[in-house]
């Protein structure tokens, strides 16, 4: 079973810092891309920032210059740091990995429990 577990929400002051935390534990063979979505209630879910398969990232235009991502590939582990926040940042954040538990060509899409980030004064 695999698990994606979120840490480093909270409630920040409008151009504060966060820094997200997630982690991927259980039987994982291979990981293909990981990233961060978020969600607010109503709307789609959205990407933030990820790496491919190929190890590149990948922004959103809203991001762009203020967020930053990076891993721990020993640690199965991606890390968001969200700097010069706005209160239209304020969502759910959600991890997602496309991982394979058994062999490279049986891919699955995992998402974390989410954790709330909240901007405001």
């Known amino acids: 079973q695999v698990q994606l577990v979120e840490s480093g929400g909270g409630l920040v002051q409008p151009g504060e810092s966060l820094r997200l935390s997630c982690a991927a534990s259980g039987r994982i063979f291979s990981i293909n891309a990981m990233g961060w979505y978020r969600q607010v209630p109503g709307k789609q879910r959205e990407l933030v920032a990820a790496?491919?398969?190929?190890?590149?990232?990948n922004y959103a235009d809203f991001v762009k210059g203020r967020f930053t991502i990076s891993r721990a590939d020993a640690k199965n582990t991606v890390y968001l740091q969200m700097n010069s926040l706005k209160p239209e940042d304020t969502a759910v954040y959600y991890c997602?990995?496309?991982?394979?538990?058994?062999?490279?060509?049986?891919?699955?899409?995992?998402w974390g429990q989410g954790t709330q980030v909240t901007v405001s004064t």
């Open positions: 997602n990995a496309l991982l394979s538990t058994t062999h490279p060509a049986l891919v699955s899409d995992y």
């Open positions: 790496f491919n398969s190929g190890g590149m990232t």
